[in-house]
């Protein structure tokens, strides 16, 4: 069983940065694919980013691409992302997500989330 628990979101103004982190507890995220996801008020919840289990490929929304960093730290048991250029459309709640195989299927089949952390980027 995975639990995961984020932490870094908060208020920032457009055009800042913010440092999500997503760690697992009672295992690594060895052999787990891992993403970020996140939905905003009356939206539906969307793909951000994602690493496959290897930690080696990414993938990212086109609305994140050149501005977002997914990345795996602290020997396999927290995943981050870094947000840069930060957008007030950016505004969210983020959620952390893991499951096991090479990457994550559908957001209907994932099994693991973290319980969200919000992120508000002002004008």
């Known amino acids: 069983q995975v639990q995961l628990v984020e932490s870094g979101g908060g208020l920032v103004q457009a055009g800042g940065s913010l440092r999500l982190s997503c760690a697992a507890s009672g295992r690594a995220f060895v052999r787990y694919a891992t993403g970020w996801f996140r939905q905003a008020p009356g939206k539906e919840r969307e793909f951000v980013a994602a690493l496959s289990w290897t930690g080696e490929a990414t993938y990212y929304a086109d609305s994140v691409k050149g501005r977002f960093t997914i990345a795996r730290e602290n020997a396999e048991n927290t995943v981050t992302l870094q947000m840069n250029s930060l957008k007030p459309e950016d505004t969210a709640t983020y959620y952390c997500?893991?499951?096991?195989?090479?990457?994550?299927?559908?957001?209907?089949?994932?099994?693991?989330w973290g319980q969200g952390t919000q992120v508000t980027v002002s004008s």
């Open positions: 997500a893991a499951d096991r195989g090479t990457v994550l299927g559908p957001m209907n089949r994932i099994n693991f």
